[in-house]
């Protein structure tokens, strides 16, 4: 099968010619790992200007650069800010600086520090001068100071200390060494530097605009809280809020110690910026609390919250704490959504929150008094993926929006009609590509359950090589509590997939996210059973819905929970596929239980409790126990900095898969963690398995 690899920036010349533009280039690989990709957003606090980063990809050498540009609200072109470095994370002040990180080099010095810029000159000060680099900062409502964070040893006083580093090295030689009790040994994709934990201090700014004095520590003196904030490794600035009147920061940590690695305790803590212990807002609940959102008028905090300890896809229920009087509530139990994001209209009279709903993200309006929740719609055709929302002071809403045609574009506008596009990141370059369609269907599945899910193909399948029927490929995503929804991926894109001349079906089985907790919850102690169910009654509904799906030519792939599926399909549904794709998944559920890092996620899924203890609830639904019957080639990738599930799971099922010469390739990337996010290894993904799916549906050579 030849992949067309064409640049964008190169079609953009070709298609001067009429007879080319007739015919547009279907979206490859190259395009998506070189396609620029919108990154954080501000706005002015005049609600005039925005300033928005964008990383674009050399098409040759795949280096990755992110750049600063500013744009008028009322239109015209925008206009890059030359910062001498990286750039990301963009916050206005309220006198209109715009602050950002960057590694601008200073003298012999390159690290990510926090630097400001005037918007309209393009000076640069730099703000923080600390010996280690800062991961992140949020601004104070009256810009007179500001909290960054950044790892840290935890008897470390100030911003960086020389005793910063990994005690697990103690020598003389390479070996790591963690004393018992140590909780997370690894995590993620990096191995843990005992002493070191991701730490918030606050800092006055001066006159000049600088970070002043040594700061004040949010976790307060040694021996009270020990933890990350923002938690790892995935949270961020949307973990730490200022108070209304930037006298104080509310953040979220998890206490560190052997326990952590069984929970998911997540607690909101206040620091008063004295000094002292913060305050455990939280203590009483044991399950998940995230997101603070403070309201402007200083009244009410609000933050999403799970009520089962252990559980990380419980539901996040928006709770609301008077600050003035102390009461506090759950705001929107009888909403049986889970929340993503929570951010406050300017008059604090009104939540905006964004939450999965039926293959879209919209954004929904809860009121905090009577807790009604409103859906908004941005996008009236297709709602699509909503996220980053501000709210205006004139009623409109600033927001980002993607979906399964094409990634994030920034938009401006008011509930109820189509928004105002500010950028165009990608939108006229993908207009360049041979378009695919997407169609939703829904069927009855397991239990009698409506279930969802989607189809996207060709729109012309002759252009894309393909006349007749057109060879299918069953998506499965991971999770498993997550969703196939109308998003873009930079990794998983069904576009790309469907534009190499493929139908791709995906089923948002049990256990899947934005149909209600009931539905969610419905795979625990379920993995292998009714999630397959629906995939099997899903694949077929597809198929006899359309026609051109050719479902006797098809092929099945996942990641995470996908390719534990792969690996499940293999053993008990073996004779419906030409083809696996195998990407990261759990091959034998006992070692799995005690190679993974986060034990709180497996356990859970299997009952609640360890393997020793109910090692037949891991069984039942254990690839390992159905090898004898695997026969379906199977292409299986792997990366040795996954710790989720460790590369030997990969390992394993290739050894499986040679030991009865069913035919199989690996592929491990040594540079990767569950994810492959690096550019010319997406290609490198890309290519081995089109090649692969090319192989077993007789497409190669076209």
């Known amino acids: 099968m030849k992949i067309i690899t064409l640049p964008l920036a190169a079609l953009a010349v070709a298609l001067a010619s009429p007879a080319v533009a007739q015919q547009a280039a279907p979206l490859s690989p190259q395009d998506l790992v070189t396609l620029s990709r919108l990154g954080g957003t501000a706005i002015a606090p005049d609600g005039k200007s925005v300033a928005y980063t964008v990383t674009t990809t050399d098409p040759t050498t795949y280096k990755r650069t992110p750049a ?11 206009r890059r800010i030359d910062i001498g470095g990286s750039v990301s994370d963009p916050a206005f002040a309220p006198d209109g600086t715009l602050y950002l990180l960057s590694d601008r080099k200073v003298g012999d010095a390159e690290r990510t520090q926090v630097w400001k810029v005037d918007p309209s000159s393009g000076v640069m000060t730099q703000v923080t001068a600390f010996k280690t680099d800062v991961a992140g900062f949020r601004l104070a409502p009256d810009g007179k100071r500001i909290a960054v964070w950044g790892d840290i040893a935890r008897t470390c006083a100030t911003f960086g200390c020389d005793s910063d580093g990994n005690t697990a090295l103690p020598g003389p030689g390479t070996g790591r060494h963690y004393t018992d009790g140590a909780g997370f040994v690894r995590h993620w994709d990096q191995w843990e530097t005992p002493g070191n934990y991701s730490r918030i201090f606050a800092f006055d700014l001066g006159t000049d605009g600088k970070a002043a004095g040594n700061g004040v520590a949010l976790d307060g003196p040694v021996g009270t809280l020990t933890g990350d904030s923002p938690g790892k490794p995935f949270g961020g600035a949307e973990d730490v809020a200022w108070s209304a009147d930037s006298k104080s920061v509310f953040f979220v940590a998890r206490q560190a110690d052997r326990n952590e690695p069984l ?76 929340v993503s994001s929570l951010t406050w209209t300017p008059d604090s009279k009104a939540l905006i929150a964004t939450a999965e709903d039926v293959l879209d993200a919209p954004a929904f309006r809860i009121d905090p008094v009577s807790g009604k929740v409103t859906r908004l719609v941005l996008n009236p055709k297709r709602e699509g993926h909503i996220a980053n929302v501000v709210p205006l002071k004139d009623g409109r809403l600033l927001y980002t ?16 009609k189509a928004g105002t596009r500010l950028t165009d990141i990608a939108t006229t370059a993908l207009a360049q590509r041979a378009p695919v369609t997407t169609q939703r269907f829904s069927f009855k599945g397991a239990d009698g359950d409506t279930v969802w899910g989607q189809i996207t193909k060709p729109k012309n399948p ?74 099997q009654k899903g694949f077929a509904a597809a198929i006899a819905m359309d026609p051109q799906i050719d479902g006797d030519n098809a092929c099945a792939a996942g990641a995470s929970y996908g390719g534990y599926m792969m690996n499940w399909i293999a053993g008990v549904w073996p004779d419906r596929f030409k083809c696996l794709v195998q990407h990261d998944g759990v091959f034998d559920a006992r070692a799995m239980a005690y190679e993974t890092e986060e034990l709180w996620f497996d356990e859970w899924e299997h009952g609640g409790q360890p393997y020793y ?86 497409k190669e050579g076209k």
Request: no cysteine; charged share 20%; net charge neutral.
């Open 68 to 78: 600063l540009w500013v744009k008028s609200i009322a239109g015209g072109e925008p």
């Open 263 to 338: 929970s998911t305790n997540l607690d909101l803590w206040q620091s008063q910026l004295d000094g002292t212990a913060p305050a455990n807002l939280t203590a009483a609940n044991k399950g998940t609390d995230n997101t603070p959102a403070p309201s402007p008028d200083g009244q009410w905090l609000a933050w999403a919250a799970m009520a089962r300890p252990g559980y990380e896809a419980d539901r996040l229920v928006v709770q609301i704490l008077n600050l003035k009087t102390g009461e506090r509530r759950a705001l929107t139990q009888g909403w049986d959504r889970s």
């Open 462 to 535: 002759e252009g894309f090589g393909t006349k007749g029927k057109i060879p299918s490929i069953l998506y499965v995503h991971g999770g498993p509590q997550g969703s196939y929804n109308d998003s873009w991926s930079n990794r998983w894109n069904p576009r790309v997939w469907a534009s190499q001349g493929y139908a791709i079906v995906s089923v948002d089985f049990h256990g899947s996210t934005g149909y209600g907790q009931a539905f969610t919850d419905a795979i625990n102690k379920q993995w292998g059973g009714k999630p397959l169910e629906d995939l």
């Open 613 to 698: 203890a109910a090692p037949e609830e891991f069984e039942k639904w254990n690839p390992v126990n159905h090898v004898d019957k695997w026969k379906t080639p199977m292409l299986v990738i792997t990366s040795e900095k996954d710790f989720r599930i460790p590369y030997t799971q990969g390992l394993a099922a290739f050894s499986a898969l040679q030991r009865k010469g069913v035919p199989s390739e690996l592929l491990v990337f040594p540079d990767e963690n569950h994810w492959v996010l690096k550019a010319k290894n997406s290609l490198q993904w890309h290519q081995t398995t089109f090649d692969w799916l090319a192989r077993w549906l007789g």
């Open 401 to 416: 929006r993607d979906s399964l045609d094409a990634p994030a574009e920034l938009y401006i506008g008011k509930p109820g």
